[in-house]
């Protein structure tokens, strides 16, 4: 198991034993993971068990030790890979399939079929996806390769510095631009919009194809807050009557990603374009609409 240690300067921060940790121990991806590992004494202040809530104090030495994580079984799908380096990758997740957890079908046991392994020194067994995508949503996932790169784009998702488009069809007509800003589950969440073009349909009157861009990282955020507005996203049936072409799945995707390299500091911008049922969505409706109000064929 891979241990780590830091001894306290003289002149530390001012700042609680996990939020120091998550500074100096590249290792750990979030301020929330050193806590766990605090609450399972693998983080040690003197080699003791320590407290979330204490202050760091000049002289102390810090240990974090990690466990060695077992290696996935490989799914044998195929992914898009739409940017690969040394340390970090973005692939394309199908929509209806989950991005991790204890299923046999899921985006991270796939990785190792569509990525080889990392030449760092500090290669992680397992390419690791940093964030998650819904099930029924499709598109770019961020991928670390290195443990160095995880905890630093873990880092970078906690001060919001990577920043994600997604397109969507929702119901209605949407005018301009905008901002939710609801809590969700008592927490703060914000989202931005922008409308992109109208359609109209016999079984809606309109939709609208928008931009998306969550400013913070709820779960289910964008339909959440595109339902509240009064314009849920077309095929959402857990926020919504998704019965609606729900047998189209949900029309929702994330397109584009920019951030700085975590590694590099260069500006890093992928993008992929909607997916092909949007366009031939709107085309199927705009067509049924003018045909049934104008006897168009």
Request: a positive charge; glycine letters at 6%.
């Amino acid at each position: 198991m891979p241990t780590y240690t830091h001894t306290i300067p003289t002149d530390p921060p001012r700042q609680r034993v996990d939020a120091y940790a998550l500074r100096v121990f590249a290792a750990l991806p979030s301020r929330k993971q050193a806590r766990k590992m605090i609450k399972a004494e693998r983080l040690l202040i003197n080699d003791k068990p320590c407290n979330s809530a204490w202050f760091v104090r000049p002289g102390d030495t810090m240990t974090l030790t990690l466990s060695d994580a077992p290696r996935l079984k490989v799914l044998e799908l195929k992914v898009a890979v739409r940017y690969e380096d040394p340390y970090l990758a973005v692939v394309d997740k199908p929509a209806g399939l989950h991005v991790r957890g204890n299923f046999v079908r899921t985006l991270h046991r796939a990785l190792r079929h569509n990525l080889t392994l990392s030449s760092a020194p500090d290669a992680l067994p397992d390419p690791d996806p940093v964030h998650r995508l819904d099930y029924r949503t499709q598109g770019l996932v961020l991928i670390a390769r290195t443990a160095t790169a995880r905890a630093r784009l873990g880092q970078m998702f906690e001060r919001r510095q990577i920043h994600k488009r997604y397109r969507a069809l929702v119901l209605g007509r949407l005018e301009g631009s905008g901002e939710v800003d609801a809590p969700i589950d008592g927490r703060p969440a914000r989202s931005q919009w922008r409308a992109v073009a109208h359609t109209r349909s016999l079984r809606t009157d309109w939709l609208t194809t928008v931009d998306l861009f969550p400013v913070t990282g709820r779960t289910h955020q964008l339909r959440r807050h595109m339902t509240g507005l009064g314009h849920p996203i077309l095929g959402d049936d857990l926020y919504h009557n998704g019965q609606i072409y729900r047998h189209n799945g949900l029309f929702l995707c994330a397109v584009a990603q920019r951030f700085d390299h975590p590694i590099t500091q260069e500006a890093v911008h992928v993008e992929r374009s909607e997916p092909d049922k949007f366009s031939s969505h709107r085309k199927r409706e705009d067509r049924r609409w003018r045909r049934w109000h104008h006897g168009e064929a």
